[in-house]
């Protein structure tokens, strides 16, 4: 495989259900995102872990939970979402330099969400 | 709140005419500017990077950055039908923060 893969590529959930999103990236990147794209909305960053560390974490709410165990794999952890939560779950992966702001990124095809 | 601003079309275009996307950009010490391409239903692919004032050309794709007015554009020359797409404005700012991207501006290209 190559590139950065999501799974599943199609979730539907009840607000009480849990579930999880899981990327998995085959770059050799050392950063990885979730961003979350909504209709009408830009793309909204959720999380960054840079080498594995959590280094940013956008004001997301506590029923989305990120697990980042390798520099490969990257997991959004959902439970007891809302109807707004449902959205298209983009995970990127990049090459986090030290001083360099050159944070080219490559997505997956995306998780898209339906919490009814 | 930085934010980065796009048209969002849609912007209509006739097959091999040049068209002509925008993005303007609140931070000033943004230094990584970039265009995505989003197909309806698929997920954004990097197209175009720049990273100093000026032009940087790729095959029919044009990049223009001007710093001292925060503003970054997208030529495409020759359009073609399956440029037609949503295109994605994004930032990045100084060390240690990830992109941040404008609403995107969608352009259809009419054979």
């Known amino acids: 495989e190559t590139g950065v893969t999501q799974t599943p590529r199609h979730l539907v959930m009840g607000m009480t259900n849990k579930k999880s999103l899981k990327c998995e990236q085959h770059?050799?990147?050392?950063?990885m995102y979730w961003y979350k794209q909504s209709a009408k909305k830009p793309l909204e960053l959720m999380f960054v872990?840079?080498?594995?560390?959590?280094?940013e974490n956008n004001s997301v709410p506590s029923r989305f939970s990120p697990e980042c165990p390798n520099s490969s794999h990257l997991f959004l952890h959902l439970h007891t979402l809302q109807p707004e939560d449902s959205a298209l779950y983009l995970c990127?992966?990049?090459?986090?330099?030290?001083?360099?702001?050159?944070?080219?990124?490559?997505f997956g095809e995306g998780s898209r969400l339906t919490v009814l | 709140q930085k934010e980065v601003e796009q048209n969002s079309g849609p912007l209509s275009v006739p097959e091999g005419a040049i068209a002509s996307l925008n993005c303007t950009y609140s931070?000033?010490?943004?230094?990584?500017f970039f265009w995505y391409r989003q197909y309806s239903g698929k997920s954004p692919e990097l197209i175009m990077s720049?990273?100093?004032?000026g032009d940087k050309e790729d095959g029919r794709f044009t990049a223009q950055l001007n710093k001292a007015s925060q503003y970054v554009s997208l030529l495409i020359r020759d359009s073609q039908p399956s440029d037609s797409a949503t295109y994605l404005c994004?930032?990045?700012?100084?060390?240690?923060?990830?992109?941040?991207f404008g609403k995107g501006t969608t352009l259809s290209v009419s054979s």
């Open positions: 990127a992966s990049s090459q986090a330099s030290g001083g360099t702001t050159r944070r080219e990124l490559f």
């Open positions: 931070d000033r010490v943004s230094q990584s």
């Open positions: 720049i990273y100093s004032n």
């Open positions: 994004a930032v990045t700012g100084q060390a240690g923060t990830a992109l941040i």
């Open positions: 770059l050799g990147h050392n950063a």
């Open positions: 872990y840079s080498l594995e560390e959590r280094v």
